[in-house]
C-alpha cells in the first residue's frame, strides 16, 4: 500500500519559513518523480515544484521561483519543500505527490498517488 504522509505545516507569520516533509512508503521511490501542489480554499489545486527521481533537474511555478526549495533523499524516501519569505497567498493545504516522470509535470492528473496534505497558513 503506497502512503505519502506530509509534515510540517502551521501558522506562521508574514516573511517567516517552513520546511514541509513528505514521507514515502509502499512504492520504489527512486523511481518516481515528487512533486508538490497546493490548494487555498475555493480555488483549485495548483502546482508548486517538482524533482525528478534523480534531482538532476526541478521546476518550480513562477509564484514560489527563488522563494522555495524542494530536495529529496532516496535513502530516506523522504521529499521536503523549504519554503521562505512566506506570504499570506501561500496559505494553502499543501500536498506531495508522485509521478513515474516530470513529461506533464504541472498536471495534477498526471500524479499516481497523494498524500492528505498539511495545513500552511501565513498571517499577516
Known amino acids: 500500500q503506497v502512503q505519502l504522509v506530509e509534515s510540517g505545516g502551521g501558522l506562521v507569520q508574514a516573511g517567516g519559513s517552513l520546511r514541509l516533509s513528505c514521507a514515502a512508503s509502499?512504492?520504489?521511490?527512486?523511481?518516481?518523480?515528487m512533486g508538490w501542489f497546493r490548494q487555498a480554499p475555493g480555488t483549485e489545486r495548483e502546482f508548486v515544484t517538482v524533482i525528478t527521481q534523480t534531482s538532476q533537474r526541478t521546476y518550480y511555478a513562477d509564484s514560489v521561483k527563488g522563494r522555495f526549495t524542494i530536495s529529496r533523499d532516496n535513502a530516506k524516501n523522504m521529499v521536503y519543500l523549504q519554503m521562505n519569505s512566506l506570504n499570506t497567498e501561500d496559505t494553502a493545504v499543501y500536498y506531495c505527490?508522485?509521478?513515474?516522470?516530470?513529461?506533464?509535470?504541472?498536471?495534477?492528473?498526471?500524479?499516481?498517488?497523494w498524500g492528505q496534505g498539511t495545513q500552511v497558513t501565513v498571517s499577516s
Open positions: 505527490a508522485a509521478a513515474p516522470n516530470v513529461h506533464a509535470y504541472m498536471d495534477d492528473s498526471y500524479y499516481e498517488y
Open positions: 509502499g512504492l520504489p521511490f527512486s523511481g518516481y518523480a
